[in-house]
């Protein structure tokens, strides 16, 4: 949500407007918080109920400005906002002001000109409302983006010059948890987020949590390689940390299809689409394509990365 949604209107005023005036103001507007001077329709100042009165109210605060220019009573340098500016920015800049400053509106503009003001309740009470329906599209165990995020930015990534897709699939998943239970899982599986979380940094870069051990990563480039290579590099080299290492290759367990095999550690499959070789119309071409790629990928032993770097075939890069 962007901070223009939520303005309101309060009177704007010249600085050459005498405090009189502005006092009327407020006398016949018991409800007014604040008035904002402009030049030229440029806001300049902010003048507040309670500071205006403040300064009014002192011994000869009365005598001393009443008579004379809003200027010498305006706060300069307020919080001047453009309309397209999102409330979680906005709310970071307004928390981040004076202590005497804090709960005064926001003064927001439209091509620099002044456009209306926003409470900080408002912006407190709509800033929470964002939060509340960012959080029910993130995944609860990761807190990354789930899936009507990931879709979006898919879409999006299709209209990009150039762009890496990223799928990560952790093998042998399912036995750890069927041997050791779903609270040690979620913890390997923390233990990838936060890799990735370090990894996947960029400003464009996107991560989200498809669901269980799958997650994505969307870059704005194609130099993926090193990056699955340090993340592979970094979840190899602790994830033994995880089991009782007398169980692997001791335990036997069934897989999917019901037979006995050797209990195996889990490792990391990574799976690259870009569109330096391939086009894709759709997401669901995207979404084949990387299917194709994470197939190939887990028939390999070990952590590894496989990238659609040429036009019908894919390379094993690690």
């Known amino acids: 949500m962007k901070i223009g949604e939520v303005i309101e209107s309060v009177p704007c005023i010249d600085e050459f407007v005498k405090n009189k005036e502005?006092?009327?103001?407020?006398?016949?507007?018991?409800?007014?918080?604040?008035?904002?001077?402009?030049?030229?329709?440029?806001?300049i100042g902010h003048i507040t109920r309670t500071h205006f009165y403040q300064k009014?109210?002192?011994?000869?605060?009365?005598?001393?400005?009443?008579?004379?220019?809003?200027?010498?009573?305006?706060?300069?340098?307020?919080?001047?906002?453009d309309r397209h500016t999102p409330i979680t920015e906005v709310s970071t800049e307004a928390m981040q002001r004076r202590p005497e400053d804090?709960?005064?509106?926001?003064?927001?503009?439209?091509?620099?000109?002044?456009?209306?003001?926003?409470s900080i309740r408002e912006l407190l009470l709509k800033l929470v409302e964002t939060q509340v329906a960012i959080a029910s599209f993130l995944n609860p165990l990761s807190s990354l983006p789930g899936n009507k995020l990931i879709d979006e930015k898919l879409e999006e990534a299709l209209q990009l010059p150039l762009y890496s897709l990223i799928y990560f699939d952790l093998d042998h998943f399912k036995s750890y948890n069927d041997t050791y239970g779903?609270?040690?899982?979620?913890?390997?599986?923390?233990?990838?987020?936060?890799?990735?979380?370090?990894?996947?940094?960029?400003?464009?870069?996107?991560?989200?949590?498809?669901?269980?051990?799958?997650?994505?990563?969307?870059?704005?480039?194609?130099?993926?390689n090193s990056i699955c290579q340090r993340i592979?590099?970094?979840?190899?080299?602790f994830i033994l940390s995880f089991y009782e290492l007398e169980d692997l290759g001791q335990l036997q367990i069934h897989n999917r299809a019901g037979t006995l095999e050797p209990f195996t550690c889990t490792s990391l499959s990574i799976a690259v689409i870009t569109n330096q070789y391939q086009?894709?119309?759709?997401?669901?071409?995207?979404?084949d394509a990387v299917t194709r790629v994470k197939k190939?990928?887990?028939?390999?032993?070990?952590?590894?990365?496989?990238?659609?770097?040429?036009?019908?075939?894919?390379?094993l890069v690690h």
Not at 102 to 118: A, S
Not at 232 to 237: K, V, Y
Not at 296 to 315: A, F, M, P, R, W
């Open 22 to 43: 502005v006092d009327l103001l407020f006398t016949n507007d018991p409800s007014l918080r604040s008035v904002v001077v402009v030049r030229g329709d440029k806001p």
């Open 56 to 81: 009014i109210g002192t011994r000869y605060g009365y005598n001393l400005f009443m008579g004379r220019q809003n200027q010498l009573i305006m706060k300069e340098n307020p919080l001047i906002i």
């Open 102 to 118: 804090l709960y005064d509106d926001v003064i927001v503009t439209r091509n620099g000109l002044y456009y209306g003001v926003v």
């Open 182 to 224: 779903f609270n040690k899982g979620d913890k390997i599986l923390l233990y990838l987020t936060d890799i990735l979380k370090r990894n996947i940094v960029g400003t464009e870069e996107f991560l989200g949590h498809i669901g269980g051990d799958d997650f994505v990563a969307i870059l704005p480039h194609y130099e993926a």
């Open 232 to 237: 592979i590099d970094e979840f190899d080299a």
């Open 279 to 287: 086009k894709f119309e759709s997401v669901d071409q995207l979404s």
């Open 296 to 315: 190939q990928c887990k028939k390999i032993s070990g952590s590894s990365y496989l990238v659609n770097d040429h036009e019908k075939e894919t390379y």
